[in-house]
């Protein structure tokens, strides 16, 4: 529920907002690959591209290597090293 929250509250141009609903997500399921994605995307609205791509590498070289939105995370981190 609090990743839904973060992706609205992103969507919506509060990204301040949606990183700190998005790390109480993660904060409660450590380490999956969906919410480590959507944190990416989150900071990357923000401007902060190096930690979006530290976070993408992370979450792309790991044990999870299927995740619903892998292909999005791929893409993401493509356009964030152009």
Request: hydrophobic share 45%; proline share 2%.
């Amino acid at each position: 529920m609090l990743d839904t929250l973060a992706l609205l509250e992103s969507d919506a141009g509060n990204h301040q907002q949606a990183l700190e609903h998005i790390k109480r997500a993660i904060a409660a399921s450590p380490g999956s690959s969906y919410l480590l994605y959507h944190h990416a995307l989150i900071e990357a609205r923000l401007g902060n591209k190096a930690t979006a791509v530290d976070i993408l590498k992370a979450v792309l070289g790991g044990d999870s290597a299927a995740f619903p939105e892998r292909e999005k995370a791929e893409q993401l981190l493509a356009s964030l090293q152009q």
